[in-house]
């Protein structure tokens, strides 16, 4: 299955966030794993894209499960740049990512504002990719509400639990 990245405009930068499903993760329409296939044709896509890094919110061990444990190496050879803050499927940010965001956040939007294009990604690319695209707009002044339907808009479905709701409504990370 090829990987589709959807775009997302982040006011007050330059650059472009990408939003999409694991590379690699092969999720087919009954969602079937192809576990580490397909990585190659992935990152070709987000080179092909445009992409200059990726940003990858799967925990550690759910990248083993996926046959992904070198994603890191695969995706520098490929010229990318890779950051890793991890977050528990479908669940909000914890502590984990939180202390990662410190040094991730500031790299991600740098990089932003100097016009570069991210992709973001989780497993399937909508409920922990949608939030962090919605923190990031959030930190660049746009209202919650707002930066839901935004980022909804680029890619139906994300934002899937009410616990990544509350997180993004309430601004957890203040």
Not at 4 to 23: K, S
Not at 115 to 131: E, F, K, P, S
């Amino acid at each position: 299955m090829s990987l589709n990245i959807d775009a997302l405009p982040i006011p007050g930068t330059a650059g472009l966030l990408g939003l999409c499903r694991c590379p690699g993760a092969g999720l087919g329409p009954a969602i079937g794993l192809d576990k580490g296939q397909g990585l190659a044709q992935d990152l070709a896509a987000i080179v092909n894209w445009g992409g200059q890094g990726i940003l990858t919110l799967n925990e550690s061990a759910e990248l083993r499960w996926l046959g992904l444990d070198t994603l890191r190496e695969r995706t520098h050879v490929a010229g990318l740049d890779w950051w890793h803050a991890p977050i528990p499927d479908f669940c909000a940010p914890g502590r984990a990512f939180e202390d990662a965001w410190e040094t991730v956040g500031p790299a991600v939007v740098k990089r932003l504002m100097g016009g570069d294009r991210i992709v973001i990604h989780c497993l399937a690319g909508l409920g922990r990719t949608g939030t962090i695209a919605a923190r990031l707009l959030i930190e660049q002044g746009m209202e919650p509400d707002n930066a839901i339907a935004r980022v909804r808009q680029a890619r139906p479905g994300a934002i899937q639990s009410p616990e990544q709701l509350e997180y993004i409504r309430n601004r957890v990370w203040r």
